[in-house]
């Protein structure tokens, strides 16, 4: 066995390649870039996954679906407008989409009807 070589003041091991660790407890270089690229296969997989997860919610469906907003006071007792629908998928992010007999109604503030929208269908948001 031949004895360790001195190498620009620092010892290594001898039949060491320059991407090994060295004696003196530091990298090189290039093993830095090699860690830090298994770190990032290491980690990106857990990230996309983290992430698809959110993506793929499914919508959870609701029937007798029913949403009031209230005026600003003095009249926050008061229904400004309600939407209701016979059907909806609410979304996980607060959306949700009305189906088979939707209907908008706005009341005044003094509880008066004004105005009342039918359709088939409708986007909440």
Aim: with cysteine.
């Amino acid at each position: 066995m031949t004895p360790p070589v001195e190498m620009s003041g620092k010892v290594r091991a001898v039949g060491c390649t320059p991407f090994d660790k060295e004696i003196s407890g530091h990298r090189s270089g290039a093993g830095r870039f090699y860690l830090a690229i298994l770190a990032g296969f290491l980690v990106w997989p857990v990230a996309m996954w983290s992430a698809t997860q959110k993506m793929v919610q499914k919508p959870i469906p609701a029937k007798g679906f029913k949403v009031a907003e209230p005026y600003d006071p003095p009249y926050e007792t008061q229904t400004k407008s309600l939407v209701v629908g016979e059907t909806a998928l609410v979304f996980p992010n607060g959306n949700a989409e009305l189906s088979d007999g939707v209907t908008l109604r706005t009341f005044s503030e003094t509880n008066t009807p004004q105005l009342i929208v039918r359709g088939r269908s409708a986007h909440l948001d």
